[in-house]
């Protein structure tokens, strides 16, 4: 069962991530060079979007913030192995209740974003995060 904030009435978008496996943990602790870069590279209040969807705020030497996944499966297993990668280096990677989940729209120059490695196909669309009174998908 997801577990939902109390005042707000919406669902934590930490309780969505999906569980990785031992060999995406190993992976993730093999990232532990990019998460200090990241942290020593993007300035307090700097953005950067992961080619999965995923749009991180550096907030601090020591803090990212997530502050939208597109709702797909390849942004939600991204958004996993960040949060392991991250904490793997004593970083925090804030996600609740700064993460807008997004759907994925069409690009400006008409390219749709499914047509990279991380989109869904129709089969995966079970894997998303069901839309409710309690979840808003923006």
């Known amino acids: 069962m997801v577990k939902m904030s109390e005042e707000k009435n919406v669902a934590l978008v930490k309780n969505w991530l999906p569980e990785l496996s031992t060999e995406d943990k190993q992976n ?21 979007t992961m080619p999965a969807g995923v749009t991180l705020q550096a907030i601090a030497h020591d803090t990212v913030r997530c502050v939208r996944i597109y709702n797909s499966q390849g942004s939600w297993w991204c958004l996993s192995m960040l949060k392991e ?15 807008i989940v997004t759907q994925i729209t069409e ?29 808003e998908v923006v």
């Open 107 to 135: 690009k400006a120059e008409g390219e749709h974003p499914n047509s990279d490695k991380y989109a869904d196909t129709e089969d995966e669309s079970a894997e998303r995060v069901p839309e409710s009174d309690w979840v």
């Open 28 to 48: 993730a602790s093999q990232e532990s060079g990019w998460a200090k870069m990241f942290i020593a590279t993007y300035r307090p209040g700097d953005f950067h």
């Open 85 to 99: 990668t991250f904490e793997n280096v004593e970083i925090t990677l804030q996600l609740d209740p700064y993460t």
